[in-house]
């Protein structure tokens, strides 16, 4: 085969390989390739369900980094309205974790009234979430104010079990501001609309 030397034809062999090339996958830029949306990440919801148990509740403040001790724990009977009691410290202060068998046996037990006071016999705080009751502070002597480092510790206890067991019903010589508001009541359905004439 033989190739002319003429310009005409070399031009033309030019531009063909130029168009060869150009559809081989070389095409003019244009906006940037999409990219994947993020993944969403999901956010474990840490709220217990009823029957909560009393170390779960534990298990949770001691994983919040409180000072806390145990001393020792108590079960219930089988007719008994308490399934376990924990006694401890969170910084040598009585703490006592309650789990009882519905939230109903803990209100008749304990015949739980937020609206009213502590009184000497009671714990200076006293948080009710499902079925668990929490004390927190002495409960011989005298109802007194406890001091900002109390105070500062029942702050803290609230931030760990609040997520926990909400809504926190307390009873507290210094009510303690809870973080979770409590879950909006279900809407009630509705009665279908009547069809106009």
Request: charged letters at 15%.
């Amino acid at each position: 085969m033989r190739v002319s030397n003429h310009p005409g034809w070399l031009a033309a062999i030019g531009l063909a390989v130029m168009a060869v090339v150009g559809a081989c996958g070389s095409t003019p830029p244009s906006s940037p390739p999409p990219t994947a949306a993020p993944t969403p990440v999901i956010t474990p919801d840490p709220h217990l369900s009823e029957p909560a148990t009393a170390d779960q509740v534990f298990d949770a403040i001691r994983r919040g980094h409180l000072p806390l001790s145990v001393n020792n724990a108590t079960s219930g009977t089988p007719n008994s309205p308490v399934v376990k009691k924990i006694n401890a410290a969170l910084d040598n202060w009585p703490l006592i974790i309650t789990e009882f068998r519905t939230t109903a046996a803990l209100r008749t037990a304990v015949k739980w009234d937020p609206t009213k006071p502590p009184v000497q016999g009671n714990a200076p705080y006293a948080f009710v979430g499902l079925n668990i009751l929490i004390e927190f502070g002495p409960v011989t002597g005298l109802i007194a104010t406890p001091d900002a480092t109390r105070q500062k510790e029942a702050v803290d206890l609230i931030a760990v079990v609040d997520p926990l067991l909400w809504p926190l019903e307390q009873r507290s010589v210094v009510p303690i501001p809870t973080k979770t508001a409590t879950p909006p009541a279900s809407p009630s359905p509705s009665a279908p609309a009547s069809a106009a004439p």
